[in-house]
């Protein structure tokens, strides 16, 4: 099956899938973007994806495309012809197009609107995290307001291609001050040595992952010790066990910070269990919703 994507009001082949040269996203990486998962053809957790969405555009002063009911039938249409029934949709937004000039254009200048799906192999997943992955940390070179899920991600490539020729997964960045703030596309989590459970406060040089908030939720009442709170690198590497988490990852558990080994080098049980909390989480979300063909025209 040809994938789809959307642009702009149409459903295209995604090699005739283009935008204008002057897009302010391509220009100028003026846009906003979201990863939802999908599961059983249903967006986990679409609400909180639909929040963020709406809070880096008004963070950036970029207006809404469509209204956001809209975007949610579009998404479903991308899912549906593409056939997808687990797997993860793209949505980005940009400033749109106007005459190359650094400052937002005047006018009534329309949002570019992109949306992309592709499936992800399920049990290829479930073999990496029986395995645990190797992470290693870089420098925090982005800019200071990576609250903002934009599409300005060149720091973001450097240091995961950096963690790809070391053959690691992923890199968790490091502030001048020495803490881990997070992953290059993840959120970063470690069980100290004395056993509490720790990541960064989302307010603190980091995003707030859709899946970080789930997995605060499942802590909630839980007997695990937990602080929301910074962390060195000599922390991380002293833990019981670290993992992280993202969209694409769900709960990944790390066995490896900078080629020394974590929790013996295997995936450690607070870490484990997540993960299996997460995907009881994701399948009881897609049992409450089968999407049905929309009658929206090309």
């Not at 909180?48 to 479903?76: F, Q, T, Y």
């Not at 509490?196 to 989302?202: E, F, H």
Request: glycine share 8%; charged share 25%.
């Amino acid at each position: 099956m040809s994938r789809i994507a959307y642009v702009n009001g149409r459903y295209l082949p995604l090699g005739r899938a283009t935008v204008h040269i002057e897009d302010r996203g391509y220009q100028f990486a003026d846009g906003v973007y979201e990863v939802c998962l999908i599961r059983n053809g249903h967006f986990v957790d679409e609400a909180l994806h639909m929040a963020r969405l709406s809070r880096s555009l008004g963070e950036l002063k970029i207006r809404w495309p469509v209204i956001p009911n809209a975007l949610a039938v579009i998404a479903r249409e991308i899912v549906l012809r593409n056939g997808i029934r687990d797997g993860l949709l793209y949505i980005q937004i940009t400033r749109g197009v106007a005459p190359r000039n650094h400052p937002f254009p005047s006018g009534n200048v329309t949002p570019t609107l992109v949306l992309m799906a592709r499936s992800t192999d399920l049990a290829a997943g479930d073999r990496q995290a029986e395995e645990g992955v190797a992470v290693v940390t870089r420098p925090d070179i982005r800019w200071q307001r990576v609250d903002i899920k934009t599409v300005s991600l060149l720091p973001n490539v450097l240091a995961k291609q950096s963690a790809k020729e070391e053959g690691a997964v992923e890199a968790w960045l490091v502030d001048r001050d020495g803490f881990i703030t997070e992953g290059s596309s993840t959120n970063a989590w470690i069980v100290s040595s004395d056993g509490v459970l720790m990541t960064r406060k989302a307010s603190d040089g980091i995003l707030r992952g859709v899946t970080r908030t789930v997995v605060f939720e499942m802590l909630d009442g839980s007997d695990i010790r937990f602080e929301e709170r910074r962390f060195t690198v000599d922390e991380a590497l002293a833990a019981r066990e670290a993992f992280l988490t993202s969209a694409g990852n769900l709960v990944m558990p790390v066995i490896s910070i900078d080629r020394k080994p974590i929790g013996g080098g295997k995936p450690g049980p607070i870490a484990t269990e997540l993960r299996r909390l997460f995907l009881d989480h994701a399948k009881a979300s897609a049992l409450r919703y089968t999407p049905q063909a929309t009658n929206m025209s090309d």
